[in-house]
């Protein structure tokens, strides 16, 4: 599967984006997908992924309450809603899938696309 991220772009603290991750293929139904971010020197972090049929999420702590994981099976997309954003999470987004089971919504993934910067000012 090949994956294009994309919906980033500069906000203002308190405001609001949607990224979007759309695959390629036709058997995307069979894949879990997660949104990754990295901001400058720090790691890599796991923000929130979904099953392949949409049943069941996670979402890291930093974000829980304000960004919404969705998938549009139809349309072989996965979205990123995120409101109220923070100046912290300024970050280049990925988005990622594997065709392991909702048991591995955690990881690990195997499918990466490029990613798209989300800047949020102060």
């Known amino acids: 599967v090949q994956l294009q991220a994309s919906g980033g772009g500069l906000v203002q603290a308190g405001g609001s984006l949607r990224l979007s991750c759309a695959a390629s293929?036709?058997?995307?139904?069979?894949?879990?997908v997660a949104w990754f971010r990295q901001a400058p020197g720090k790691e890599r972090e796991l923000v929130a992924a979904?099953?392949?049929?949409?049943?069941?999420?996670y979402y890291a702590d930093s974000v829980k309450g304000r960004f919404t994981i969705s998938r549009d099976n139809a349309k072989n997309t996965v979205y990123l809603q995120m409101n109220s954003l923070k100046p912290e999470d300024t970050a280049v987004y990925y988005c990622?899938?594997?065709?392991?089971?909702?048991?591995?919504?955690?990881?690990?993934?195997?499918?990466w696309g490029q990613g798209t910067l989300v800047t949020v000012s102060s």
């Open positions: 990622a899938a594997h065709a392991r089971g909702s048991a591995y919504l955690l990881g690990p993934y195997d499918y």
């Open positions: 293929g036709r058997t995307f139904s069979s894949y879990a």
């Open positions: 979904i099953s392949r049929s949409g049943g069941s999420t």
